[in-house]
């Protein structure tokens, strides 16, 4: 198992947040240690459309000077433009699948093997079903795109954001009716507590479909600070032979964060116990 570090904490988003530029980020994640960096696709950092493709070098190049592998990219839902694939608005729609597209291209580009499908929220007067079968065509598209770029897309359960993707089976149930090879599943521990489950139950249900991993204590504290048993979720993975990231996804939810100790206290817990 490998770790790495999400970059919402030192980014802008979702809330105002000390704020760096992605080299910056990138050198310190690689002093401390870290595999990886899993990039969330939103400004500063890696919005698709503010990115010249000498600028896509010059990132690409940074990763491999400090010798760094981007484990994924998250697009950022919400917001402006919604970005949200379970809109009743055909247009949001039609835009949301381009963006993800526009992503995945982004990925391809700096040789990252996957991409988070977060697949959206049912809103007022759009039922359940509706909202459910729009997520599913739009991510049948984008994996289709994807495929050809070698990438896989993975389904996260996001019930503290959401209520469309909630549950475990919810993941596994969508990227099944996909019937595409290169569609997986992910969780993040934060969800898992949220709902007052025990997080290492998802490593077994999801096990050979289980492509990615978020880390997250409750509250988005680094692992080791809250109520999480991480000492039964790496057993858990440990037993299914996951071989993916983990990928700390912490402390973005205030501006009270100082993303270095969120950074350095999560890979410093990991590395005890792995």
Not at 155 to 182: F, G, K
């Amino acid at each position: 198992m490998k770790i790495s570090f999400n970059t919402w904490v030192y980014s802008s988003f979702p809330v105002w947040l000390p704020s760096y530029p992605l080299e910056v980020v990138i050198q310190r994640l690689a002093s401390m240690g870290y595999d990886g960096i899993e990039i969330g696709c939103a400004s500063p950092h890696a919005w698709p459309d503010y990115l010249s493709q000498e600028r896509r070098k010059e990132v690409l190049g940074h990763l491999k000077q400090h010798n760094l592998e981007v484990s994924a990219m998250l697009p950022a839902p919400g917001g402006g433009p919604g970005v949200n694939p379970s809109s009743a608005l055909k247009e949001e729609r039609a835009f949301t699948v381009k963006h993800y597209k526009d992503v995945i291209r982004l990925a391809h580009e700096w040789e990252c093997p996957t991409v988070i499908w977060v697949a959206g929220w049912a809103a007022f007067g759009t039922s359940q079903k509706e909202a459910w079968n729009y997520s599913l065509e739009g991510l049948q598209d984008c994996a289709r795109y994807a495929k050809d770029l070698g990438i896989t897309l993975v389904v996260e359960p996001t019930p503290a954001d959401s209520n469309l993707i909630e549950t475990a089976d919810d993941a596994l149930m969508l990227a099944e009716e996909t019937r595409e090879s290169n569609v997986k599943v992910m969780f993040d521990t934060f969800h898992a507590l949220y709902r007052n489950e025990v997080p290492s139950d998802y490593v077994y249900r999801m096990k050979d479909k289980l492509h990615h991993v978020h880390i997250s204590d409750n509250d988005r504290l680094p692992p080791g600070q809250g109520v999480g048993n991480f000492d039964a979720v790496l057993k858990a993975l440990k037993e299914i032979d996951y071989k993916g990231y983990l990928s700390m996804e912490v402390g973005f939810h205030t501006r009270q964060a100082d993303p270095d100790w969120y950074a350095q206290t999560s890979i410093d817990f990991l590395r005890s116990k792995l």
